[in-house]
């Protein structure tokens, strides 16, 4: 039974790697992307938080990038806009 938990486990890791591999490419490529387009230092500020934080709640973004609830809404909605 442990042999097959730590065989497991060995997979698990393997997956792992390969997973965080391919979110660093992703992320290489939003970086890439984000450079390529006209976006101002406030937008690039909420992108490259929601990317690493893995959180799009307004307040969290207002309080940790010390921009009003107010901006980082309208950044959101046009970044969204921008998406589709």
Partial sequence: MLQDIDVKLDELDG?????LYI???AMKHAAK???SQQ???DER???HYV???RNEDLESISKALNLK???VRVIIEKL????L
Avoid: C, Q, Y
């Avoid at 997956?15 to 997973?19: M, P, R, T, Y």
């Avoid at 969204?80 to 998406?83: L, P, S």
């Fill in 33 to 35: 992307e984000m450079e």
């Fill in 15 to 19: 997956e792992k790697a390969v997973l």
């Fill in 45 to 47: 500020r909420i992108l």
């Fill in 23 to 25: 979110r660093n490419l």
């Fill in 69 to 71: 609830e107010s901006l």
């Fill in 80 to 83: 969204g806009k921008e998406i």
């Fill in 39 to 41: 976006k101002t230092h």
């Fill in 51 to 53: 990317l690493d934080e």
